[in-house]
Nanobody, 116 residues
Framework: QVQLVESGGGLVQAGGSLRLSCAAS????????MGWYRQAPGKQRELVAT???????NYADSVKGRFTISRDNAKNTVYLQMNSLKPEDTAVYYC??????????WGQGTQVTVSS
């Protein structure tokens, strides 16, 4: 069983920044893709950003130019730097890892609230 420990959520004013972290209890060599998803109240969970083992990144159109995903393979950790936050970014953010072999794991979620 893979454990994902998320941190970094909180309350911030519009225009502010937050950095989310997610540490995995498994070697990065076993992880194909690491990513972040979010779910706002009354809405479906949606992709925010992903990064592959080779470093390829993918972003939702709504966060392009504002959010940056990165990973530290030595620490088995993925980060999400969120700048220029907007009230519509308010959601629970979930870390996700996809292992080689298509095993998929989720973190417990961390709340991000952006006030106007």
């Amino acid at each position: 069983q893979v454990q994902l420990v998320e941190s970094g959520g909180g309350l911030v004013q519009a225009g502010g920044s937050l950095r989310l972290s997610c540490a995995a209890s498994i070697s990065s060599s076993s992880i194909a893709v690491m990513g972040w998803y979010r779910q706002a109240p009354g809405k479906q969970r949606e992709l925010v950003a992903t990064i592959t083992s080779g470093g390829s990144k993918n972003y939702a159109d709504s966060v392009k130019g504002r959010f940056t995903i990165s990973r530290d393979n030595a620490k088995n950790t993925v980060y999400l730097q969120m700048n220029s936050l907007k009230p519509e970014d308010t959601a629970v953010y979930y870390c996700n890892v996809l292992l080689w072999g298509d095993y998929n794991y989720w973190g417990q979620g961390t709340q991000v609230t952006v006030s106007s």
